[in-house]
């Protein structure tokens, strides 16, 4: 890529070319098919007043009770409810800049192509889907409560050839087979590996040889193995005889109770003198295929180039810009109209989620079964 300069500029193959790259992170949230892609909400962002939040209308289901016919009892009539879903656009933009002299004194030039620029929005995309995540397994009103209660399953033990069966079943019930795709840390998928659990696709060639392809299934789940899978450490209940147990107290070979409370997690109610064992938790997400709504909304000007002749001896500029929306299925966003564009830390706040509701002041809930989210937690 030559030297930028605003002559020879040329936004739109940059931009093509952002789209065609490898990343060095897995980002398999982004490529599995956990994204179901509507470009028509950037038509209607743009109509909408303030082209960044919109909301949709989500058909509820017929009921009511059926009557007897009989020639006799009349047969009444009741409307359809109709729900609410609020979505929110995140803007992101970074710049960078390098100095002439850089390339003079080394041969190099050091300002990122696009295939760079592509990949390092990859991850930043990675990083809020993950902090939605988050989110909405943060929700605390009392129906996003019962939702995270019903929707997380913690084994607390590694993870068992029935662990993801009895989480799903515990969370959609004759609905799990719409969530399809389990994503999880390497530890766990070697835990499962090493029990000879993970099922790989096989893949017989022309010449009638079958091996192994990598793709993995557990339980009729695709396994994505991801170290971007949230990972977190603590403490369990232990007795004075299990391995590794350190007490709960002051003194030499001992924890505080304030220590044990610092950490990601700890058991309920933990008192001085009880035993504890350190230990890593990780995340395994099961998701329905396009759980996740997506659009690319684009910016006026997603990238340009600028350049300070007089700086430093002479200083070229990038600058990139991108707007994108993230909707997870069934989950309204619930943020303040303060926030023009969430940040991971808005995105990873449990407050700023709601499950879809018709909008009434006693409103009613969607059922929680066809949400495609569940979270398996497990010590590996």
Same mark, same amino acid.
């Given at each position: 890529?030559?030297?930028?300069?605003?002559?020879?500029?040329?936004?739109?193959?940059?931009?093509?070319?952002? !789209? !065609?790259? *490898?990343?060095? =992170?897995?980002?398999?949230?982004? !490529?599995?098919?956990?994204?179901?892609?509507?470009?028509?909400?950037?038509?209607?962002?743009?109509?909408?007043?303030?082209?960044?939040?919109?909301?949709?209308?989500?058909?509820?289901?017929?009921?009511?009770?059926?009557?007897?016919?009989?020639?006799?009892?009349?047969?009444?009539?009741?409307?359809?409810?109709?729900?609410?879903?609020?979505?929110?656009?995140? &803007? =992101?933009?970074?710049?960078?800049?390098?100095?002439?002299?850089?390339?003079?004194?080394?041969?190099?030039?050091?300002? *990122?192509?696009?295939?760079?620029?592509?990949?390092?929005?990859?991850?930043? %995309?990675?990083?809020?889907?993950?902090?939605?995540?988050?989110?909405?397994?943060?929700?605390?009103?009392?129906?996003?409560?019962?939702?995270?209660?019903?929707?997380?399953?913690?084994?607390?033990?590694?993870?068992?050839?029935?662990?993801?069966?009895?989480?799903?079943?515990?969370?959609? &019930?004759?609905?799990?087979?719409?969530?399809?795709?389990?994503?999880?840390?390497?530890?766990?998928?070697?835990?499962?590996?090493?029990?000879?659990?993970?099922?790989?696709?096989?893949?017989? %060639?022309?010449?009638?040889?079958?091996?192994?392809?990598?793709?993995?299934?557990?339980?009729?789940?695709?396994?994505?193995?991801?170290?971007?899978?949230?990972?977190?450490?603590?403490?369990?209940?232990?007795?004075?005889?299990?391995?590794?147990?350190?007490?709960?107290?002051?003194?030499?070979?001992?924890?505080?109770?304030?220590?044990?409370?610092?950490?990601?997690?700890?058991?309920?109610?933990?008192?001085?003198?009880?035993?504890?064992?350190?230990?890593?938790?990780?995340?395994?997400?099961?998701?329905?295929?396009?759980?996740?709504?997506?659009?690319?909304?684009?910016?006026?000007?997603?990238?340009?180039?600028?350049?300070?002749?007089?700086?430093?001896?002479?200083?070229? !500029?990038?600058?990139?810009?991108?707007?994108?929306?993230?909707?997870?299925?069934?989950?309204?966003?619930?943020?303040?109209?303060?926030?023009?564009?969430?940040? *991971?830390?808005?995105?990873?706040?449990?407050?700023?989620?709601?499950?879809?509701?018709?909008?009434?002041?006693?409103?009613?809930?969607?059922?929680?079964?066809?949400?495609?989210?569940? =979270?398996?937690?497990?010590?590996?």
């Amino acid at each position: 890529m030559p030297k930028f300069d605003k002559k020879y500029w040329n936004n739109a193959i940059f931009q093509k070319y952002m !789209k !065609k790259v *490898p990343n060095l =992170r897995e980002d398999s949230l982004i !490529k599995s098919g956990v994204l179901y892609t509507n470009s028509s909400l950037k038509s209607r962002l743009v109509d909408g007043v303030g082209g960044n939040t919109l909301i949709e209308p989500i058909k509820g289901l017929i009921d009511g009770d059926v009557v007897n016919y009989d020639g006799t009892t009349d047969i009444p009539t009741t409307s359809r409810n109709t729900y609410i879903q609020k979505k929110i656009v995140a &803007g =992101r933009a970074k710049g960078w800049e390098e100095k002439d002299f850089s390339t003079d004194i080394s041969g190099e030039d050091y300002m *990122p192509v696009a295939q760079e620029v592509g990949e390092y929005f990859q991850d930043v %995309d990675m990083d809020d889907i993950l902090a939605i995540l988050k989110g909405i397994f943060s929700m605390k009103d009392t129906e996003g409560a019962k939702f995270v209660s019903k929707h997380t399953f913690d084994a607390n033990s590694e993870m068992t050839e029935t662990t993801i069966n009895n989480a799903v079943q515990k969370a959609f &019930g004759d609905k799990k087979k719409n969530v399809a795709l389990a994503f999880m840390h390497s530890a766990v998928a070697t835990q499962l590996e090493n029990l000879q659990l993970l099922q790989y696709l096989k893949y017989t %060639d022309a010449r009638g040889i079958t091996s192994n392809l990598e793709i993995a299934q557990v339980n009729n789940k695709t396994v994505i193995v991801d170290d971007d899978m949230p990972v977190e450490n603590g403490y369990v209940a232990a007795t004075a005889n299990t391995e590794g147990a350190i007490q709960v107290g002051t003194g030499t070979g001992k924890v505080t109770l304030a220590d044990v409370k610092k950490a990601d997690f700890y058991p309920e109610n933990v008192a001085a003198d009880d035993y504890v064992v350190a230990k890593t938790r990780y995340t395994t997400y099961v998701l329905g295929r396009g759980a996740i709504e997506y659009c690319d909304v684009g910016a006026k000007v997603p990238s340009e180039v600028d350049r300070d002749p007089s700086k430093d001896g002479g200083i070229d !500029k990038l600058y990139t810009r991108q707007r994108k929306l993230y909707a997870p299925a069934y989950i309204s966003w619930n943020g303040a109209d303060s926030i023009i564009s969430p940040m *991971p830390s808005d995105l990873a706040n449990g407050d700023n989620w709601k499950i879809v509701n018709d909008g009434e002041t006693a409103p009613s809930y969607i059922n929680d079964k066809i949400i495609p989210f569940e =979270r398996i937690r497990t010590l590996g």
